[in-house]
Each structure stands twice: as C-alpha cells, then as structure tokens.
C-alpha cells in the first residue's frame, strides 16, 4: 500500500474484483457528489471495475489508478507507478477519456492480443476503421487504448519486423479462430471475430 493512500478506507478484492464486491461500493459512491475511486493493481483489476461500472451506468464515477509496477495501461494513460502514481490519484483532476470495449461487453485498458488456436498463427483479415491492417497469416494482433482521440491503436506481429500501429476508433477482425487475451487474461474460447471500439461515452481518469 502506498504511504498516499494508507489513511484511506479501502475494500480488499481478489486481483480481478467480483462483481458483488463491487456492488458494495456502489452505495457509498452514490451518496458522494464527487465520486472518486482509486484502484490499486493491475491493468486486469481497473478493467474489471470499469466494466463493472459501464455495465452498471455509472460512469460518472472519477476513477484513479495506481499501478504496483509498470504495465502496458500505466504507459497508455501516462499514470506513473506506486506511490507517485498514488499522489496523482489523489490530487489529480478527472478528465474524460477513451473508454475501450470489445463486443462482449468489456473494458481493455493495456493490450489485447489476439492468436490463433492452439500456438498456430492468426488467420483471417483486420481492419482498423477503413484502413486493412493485415490479410493472411500473422503471428498476433495486438490492440491498445491511447489517452487522446482517436482511441485506440492496433498492430500485428510479423516475426522481428518493426512494428507500424494504425490509429482509429475500432479494429475488426474475422477469423478462421482466435484467442483473444485480455490484459493478461486468456478468454480461452475460440471466436470466429472480434472487434474493439471506443465507447460513446469517456471515462473519468485522474492524473
């Protein structure tokens, strides 16, 4: 626990929070005008509670994030780590920005790679907004949330070829089947397509 946040009240959760943990917290945010959350963890923990609260219509809620080390939303969102990253969240201010989801409902906050079954390669055929990000055979797609418009970005993974990331507000892919990984977290499940978007609405990050 940062020293920043020590005096805080807090509510302890596995590293990905149960929804009905959550839903504990609601009650309590409700009855602030200024309803500010700090989640401190990983970028699998924040995209649990931010889909929590999407699925729950309160994204009102300013959410602070305060990462133990370096991880792929700490970079994204420029948050800093441990107890710099804690000071933020406290003393920051909200601004709105990107909220990115996947068709299933949930949030990605560091990266999102997509494989093919198995360990094969990825088969099938990207775009990023009108832009063909691949068609054929890959080794990954990658997809990550950016701080400012459009969104998001996306690239894929060709052996030790340099890397070139599209920016847009969706990345669609169709598939012969794909894995997709979640910050982290494999979905296991083979879908034939998958598709990532920028929400309608922004979230509240404080920095």
Same mark, same amino acid.
Do not use: C
């Given at each position: ?68 080390? #370096?991880?792929?939303?700490? @970079? =994204?969102? $420029?948050? %800093? &780590?441990?107890? !710099?990253?804690?000071? /933020? ?74 890397? #070139?990331?599209?920016?847009? @507000? =969706?990345? $669609?892919? %169709? &598939?012969?089947? !794909?894995?997709?990984? /979640? ?25």
């Amino acid at each position: 626990m940062p020293i920043a946040l020590a005096s805080l009240p807090t509510l302890q959760t596995a590293a990905i929070p149960d929804p009905t943990d959550l839903d504990e917290l609601l009650p309590v945010l409700a009855a602030d005008s200024l309803p500010r959350l700090i989640v401190l963890g990983e970028d699998a923990g924040l995209a649990a509670v931010l889909t929590h609260l999407l699925r729950t219509e309160r994204l009102n809620v300013e959410i602070g994030y305060v990462p133990v080390d #370096r991880t792929y939303g700490s @970079r =994204a969102y $420029q948050t %800093g &780590t441990g107890n !710099a990253a804690a000071k /933020r969240a406290l003393e920051g201010k909200a601004r709105e920005t990107p909220l990115i989801r996947d068709d299933t409902g949930k949030v990605l906050i560091g990266r999102a790679t997509l494989v093919g079954p198995r360990g094969e390669k990825l088969e099938g055929e990207a775009y990023v907004d009108d832009t063909r990000l691949f068609t054929g055979k890959v080794a990954a797609l990658h997809i990550s949330p950016m701080l400012e418009m459009p969104g998001l970005r996306a690239t894929v993974q060709r052996g030790l070829r340099k890397r #070139r990331w599209v920016e847009g @507000r =969706a990345v $669609q892919l %169709g &598939t012969r089947g !794909a894995v997709v990984i /979640r910050d982290g977290v494999n979905s296991e499940k083979i879908v034939p397509r998958s598709t990532f978007y920028r929400h309608h609405e922004p979230w509240l990050l404080v920095r």
